[in-house]
């Protein structure tokens, strides 16, 4: 059974930086690409950022690029998310999601996805 574990979450000023985890028990961590998504209050979720399998490759939403950076840890079953100059906007829960393509890209089609992560609150007041 896999399980999957978020942290990081809370609140912050604007400017401000949090560094989101999700750590990932069982399952094919190592082989599996892995992203965040976010869903804002009276919003559909969107993609925020992925990464392949290996974590050469990634891909970031256009307002995050230059501020989020997501990295994975393979010999620890995580990926993280560092949000750097945070904005109001960024406010929404953040998810932890895997992609069902074994060895496969970055992705950004949440029908693409086969797992989630319970999710985590982000709040960035101006």
């Known amino acids: 059974q896999v399980e999957v574990v978020e942290s990081g979450g809370g609140l912050v000023l604007a400017g401000g930086s949090l560094r989101l985890s999700c750590a990932v028990s069982?399952?094919?961590?190592?082989?599996?690409?892995m992203g965040w998504f976010r869903q804002a209050p009276g919003k559909e979720r969107e993609f925020v950022a992925t990464?392949?399998?290996?974590?050469?490759?990634?891909v970031y939403r256009d307002s995050v690029k230059g501020r989020f950076t997501i990295s994975r840890d393979n010999a620890k079953n995580t990926v993280y998310l560092q949000m750097n100059s945070l904005k109001p906007e960024d406010t929404a829960v953040y998810y932890c999601?895997?992609?069902?393509?074994?060895?496969?890209?970055?992705?950004?089609?949440?029908?693409?996805?086969?797992?989630w992560g319970q999710g985590t609150q982000v709040t960035v007041s101006s």
């Open positions: 069982g399952g094919t961590f190592s082989a599996s690409p």
């Open positions: 990464m392949d399998w290996s974590g050469n490759r990634t």
């Open positions: 999601s895997r992609s069902l393509e074994l060895y496969g890209p970055p992705w950004i089609d949440s029908r693409s996805i086969d797992l």
